[in-house]
Structure formats: structure tokens, C-alpha cells
Antibody, heavy 119, light 107 residues
């Protein structure tokens, strides 16, 4: 079964860091770019970042540029979102999503992991 | 940044009726637009890609149309499970953006 398994969320204080993981199950990340998207409580979807299939291209939303970094570990079939200098407004459910090569859009999504930034 | 404006914010209809959701872009997208459905507590699900192509496994009652700056998602005959939130998303240029969503509610 093709799925993305997410982990790493939690409650953290402002100014601290957190790393989210997104592991592929039923397929390999080779050949698949990955997006990260978040959803603040009661709000809509906000795109955060993209990493190409080989990790050579990365894009970020202005809201997280310079604070968040995406990476991938091919050996463990896992993607990571490193989040530094966290703010209260980063409180959200974070999703990773696979970009299908043929469709060009996010066809497989993780279930999401919750990040709460609060003192 | 391309802004996507969805309308209406909330649409009240009854099961069996036809729903028409709109997504307007601040600049031309060609056909680089997708629609997603999101149920409470779940991740979004891809419905339509390339403006008018149904994703695998999506029922035929979902139809996407439009190009350039004006796009429409039509649900021909609403079923109970369709009363959730829908988002459009563009990939014409970076950054990728989503519309603010349309909530479909039972009248």
C-alpha cells in the first residue's frame, strides 16, 4: 500500500527547533519530488516547501524561508522538514505530499503531524 | 505570487443538487490547476489535475473545467459525503498557492 508515514510533531516553545519526518511506504522516494503543506487550526492550506526527486532543487514559501529546511535521506526512504526559530504562528498540522511525476500534482499525502508552538 | 480566489466561501445545497465552485487566478495559469477535497481531520485528496483531468479513482460526478484565470469544479449530483471543503491549487509558478477553500454544506 502506497503511503507516507509522518512523525515528529509536538509541543515546543517559541524560538526552538523541531524536525518532522515523512517516510515512504510501498514505494521509494526516488523519482518523486515532495511537498510540505501546513494547515493552521481552522484555516486553509498553506504550501511551505518543495524538494526535487534528487534533492537538487528546493523551494520555500516566504513565510518559512531561512527558518525551515527540507532534506531527504535515500538510504532510509525518508524526507525531513527541519524547522528552526519556531513562532506561535507556525502552530499547525503539517502534511508531506508526493508529487506524482505523470499527474504533476500532490497525489499521495501523509496523515499530518501536529506542531504546537507555545510557551 | 499568484493569488487564487475561491467563491463562494460557503455553498449551501441539498443532496442530489448540482454544485458549481469557482476558482479565479490573479494571472494566467494555462491549465496548471488542481482541485482537492478535504474531509474533517483528514489530509486533502486530489480530485482534478490539469484543470480538467479526473484523478484515478475519482467518481465521474466530479468535473473540472476552465483555463487561464477562471476555473470551475462541478459536482453533478451531490452525495452526503461531498459536503466538505474544496481547495484549488496552482503550479504555474513558484510559490505554489492554494485558494482559501469553499465549504459545501447541507441546506
Amino acid at each position: 500500500q502506497v503511503q507516507l508515514v509522518q512523525s515528529g510533531g509536538g509541543l515546543v516553545q517559541p524560538g526552538t527547533s523541531l524536525r518532522l519526518s515523512c517516510a515512504a511506504s510501498g514505494f521509494t522516494f526516488n523519482g518523486y519530488p515532495i511537498h510540505w503543506v501546513r494547515q493552521a487550526p481552522g484555516k486553509g492550506l498553506e504550501w511551505l516547501s518543495y524538494i526535487s526527486f534528487d534533492g537538487s532543487n528546493k523551494y520555500y514559501a516566504d513565510s518559512v524561508k531561512g527558518r525551515f529546511t527540507v532534506s531527504r535521506d535515500m538510504s532510509s526512504n525518508t524526507q525531513f522538514l527541519q524547522m528552526n526559530s519556531l513562532r506561535a504562528e507556525d502552530t499547525a498540522v503539517y502534511f508531506c505530499a508526493r508529487r506524482d511525476a505523470d499527474l504533476g500534482y500532490m497525489d499521495v499525502w501523509g496523515k499530518g503531524t501536529t506542531v504546537i508552538v507555545s510557551s | 505570487e499568484i493569488v487564487l480566489t475561491q467563491s463562494p466561501a460557503t455553498l449551501s445545497l441539498s443532496p442530489g443538487e448540482r454544485a458549481t465552485l469557482s476558482c479565479r487566478a490573479s494571472q494566467s495559469l494555462s491549465s496548471y490547476l488542481a482541485w482537492y477535497q478535504q474531509k474533517p481531520g483528514q489530509a486533502p485528496r486530489l480530485l482534478i489535475y490539469g484543470a480538467s483531468n479526473r484523478a484515478p479513482g475519482i467518481p465521474a460526478r466530479f468535473t473540472g473545467s476552465g483555463s487561464e484565470t477562471d476555473f470551475t469544479l462541478t459536482i453533478s449530483s451531490l452525495e452526503a459525503e461531498d459536503f466538505v471543503v474544496y481547495y484549488c491549487q496552482q503550479r504555474s509558478s513558484w510559490p505554489i498557492t492554494f485558494g482559501q477553500g469553499t465549504r459545501l454544506e447541507i441546506q
